[in-house]
């Protein structure tokens, strides 16, 4: 997908390409679903510079870099307190330095989860939507978390 607005790929499997299995760029709206990418000698599945996507029950393996790579998208969240390496190395500097002044990313993290969980649990499914949207801060580097989840 290069360039569109919106765009769906399913039941799919790329194995032994010469690049990318699938590249997904400057594209907003998309769902790659029960894709398998395996033996490729890029990456297996390759989302860059794409808002709005969603990859799930998709398998990549045995590829020469990454399997999954959601790359340089509009939001980041992630399962690590600061989304970064800790302890962190002064000669590097803050990822947060980056991401939230200079590139505009939303960053979520430190969500507690246990009750979504457990209402998931209780429902008898385990795929949702979360929206978090930040609260509007003029010059502001923060907000507090602003999360709901859709089952």
């Known amino acids: 997908m290069d360039r569109v607005g919106g765009g769906v790929v399913r039941n799919l499997t790329v194995q032994q390409s010469e690049f990318n299995a699938l590249y997904v760029l400057e594209t907003d709206g998309f769902v790659i679903d029960k894709v398998t990418a395996r033996g490729n000698d890029e990456y297996g599945i390759l989302a860059f510079a794409s808002d709005h996507g969603l990859i799930q029950r998709s398998n990549a393996y045995y590829n020469g870099d990454s399997g999954i790579y959601p790359g340089s998208g509009s939001d980041l969240n992630a399962d690590n307190p600061a989304i970064e390496v800790s302890p962190g190395d002064p000669k590097v500097g803050s990822l947060h330095r980056r991401l939230i002044p200079l590139l505009g990313f939303a960053l979520g993290e430190l969500f507690v989860l246990d009750e979504l969980r457990d209402a998931l649990a209780a429902a008898g499914r385990w795929e949702f939507l ?9 010059r502001g580097v923060g907000s507090p978390g602003n999360a709901l989840a859709l089952i």
């Not at 979360?130 to 003029?138: A, H, I, M």
């Open 130 to 138: 979360f929206v978090g949207v930040p609260l509007y801060l003029p």
